[in-house]
Structures are given as structure tokens and as C-alpha cells.
């Protein structure tokens, strides 16, 4: 028997005074949410939101598996990658990655996911939602072909929801200002993190070279 929520993260709970447990609490603090808030969500994919997905080169695939266990995996290409199949669908090339499979296991076991559209230097994005099946279609694959290279699966979408984010959140990271950005001289690469998680024998030397090497030769 599975246990509640609460139940879930009470090891967490013990850690803190005032955890908030209800949405009642939260709203005592927050207030209602504005109708326009409210009001924004519509169910359909409407000539905004095909507009926004039209330039937007990079999107946020959030799914859960069978555990319960959240991921988000980020996806890019270039702009209108994305395909609008008709007003409630949608369709997301896969190209050559890892083959961790995340998003596809999950969707397998749990079709919801969960889509957050970027755009450079736009500060509001757009958020969907919906339930996706993986397919392999010859045609839909080939009329998301890059460099006469069609991707080997589509993840195709049905939309429930729709709804534009405001632009705070990204005014106040300053994603789009190079003078806010952080100095990141100190950052380990992306190889001195594979190996440090993975324990692998390689140097960051040796794994770089792979790493650029299959930047170079397999992004599509």
C-alpha cells in the first residue's frame, strides 16, 4: 500500500517548523490567483500559441514513470522543430542522444507530460500539457528530416492545455542579459561531471574528445 503525499516526504517535514501542508495555507499568504491568470488557459492550440512554437528553437519535455520519479529533458533544434499537426496536436522529433530512453519509458508507462516552449531573448514562454504516444510514421518522419536524416521516433502530443508564462521569472534571472550572467570560469565541464557521477575510467581528456566527436558527427 502506497502512502500518502505527506507521508512521502515526512523525513523532509521533520527538517523544517512551518511547512505548509494545504492550499488554503498557501492562499492565506498569497491571496486568490487574478482572473487573467485564471482565465489564460485554453484548450487548443490557437494561431498564438502555433506563432510562438513556430520560433521557438528549444522546449522542455517534463514526464513521470511508473515510480512516480519526475524528469525533464530538454530538446532543441532549429526554430519550428515543432511541428502543429492540427489545433490539438502536436509533434516533437527525437535525434540521436544518449539512449537513456527517459522521456519514452516514462511515456510508455505514463502518457502525461508537460512542455515549457523557449525563445531567445523573449521573456514570456509558453507551457502545454497533454498525453503523448511515441510513433514512427514514415511520413511524419520524413517531413521532420535534417540533413536527409529523418528522426527514428516522433513524440506526438494531444494538448488539454495551453497557457503563456509571464515574462518575472525570466526578468529576474536575467537569462537574456549577457551582463547578468554569472561567471562560470569555475564550472566543471561536462565531461569532469560524467565522470565524477559515472566513475569512469576515462581521462577528461580522452572523454572530451568523444564528447566533441559525437557533437560533431551525430547530432542528426
Excluded at 530538446?75 to 515543432?82: C, I, L, N, R, S
Excluded at 515549457?116 to 509558453?126: A, D, K, M, S, Y
Excluded at 566533441?212 to 542528426?220: A, I, M
Amino acid at each position: 500500500m502506497g502512502g500518502t503525499v505527506q507521508d512521502d516526504v515526512m523525513d523532509l517535514r521533520h527538517r523544517f517548523r512551518d511547512v505548509i501542508t494545504s492550499e488554503e495555507q498557501l492562499r492565506a499568504v498569497l491571496g486568490p490567483a487574478t482572473e487573467r491568470a485564471v482565465a489564460k488557459v485554453v484548450r487548443v492550440i490557437d494561431e498564438h500559441a502555433r506563432r510562438f512554437i513556430a520560433h521557438a528553437p528549444f522546449v522542455f519535455v517534463a514526464s513521470a514513470g511508473a515510480d512516480g520519479l519526475l524528469d525533464v529533458s530538454p530538446k532543441g533544434d532549429p526554430a519550428g522543430f515543432v511541428k502543429v499537426l492540427d489545433e490539438k496536436t502536436l509533434a516533437i522529433p527525437d535525434r540521436p542522444g544518449n539512449r537513456r530512453l527517459d522521456t519514452f519509458r516514462n511515456v510508455l508507462s505514463k502518457p502525461n507530460v508537460g512542455l515549457i516552449f523557449l525563445i531567445p531573448g523573449v521573456t514570456h514562454t509558453l507551457r502545454m500539457a497533454g498525453k503523448a504516444i511515441i510513433v514512427r510514421d514514415a511520413q511524419l518522419r520524413e517531413a521532420m528530416a535534417v540533413n536527409l536524416k529523418p528522426p527514428e521516433h516522433v513524440l506526438v502530443i494531444e494538448v488539454s492545455h495551453v497557457l503563456s508564462h509571464c515574462p518575472k521569472c525570466m526578468i529576474r534571472s536575467g537569462m537574456w542579459q549577457p551582463q547578468a550572467w554569472p561567471d562560470a570560469s569555475d564550472l566543471p565541464s561536462f565531461a569532469e561531471m560524467l565522470i565524477a557521477h559515472g566513475k569512469l575510467a576515462q581521462t577528461v581528456e580522452e572523454l572530451q574528445t568523444i564528447i566533441d566527436t559525437g557533437n560533431r558527427d551525430r547530432l542528426y
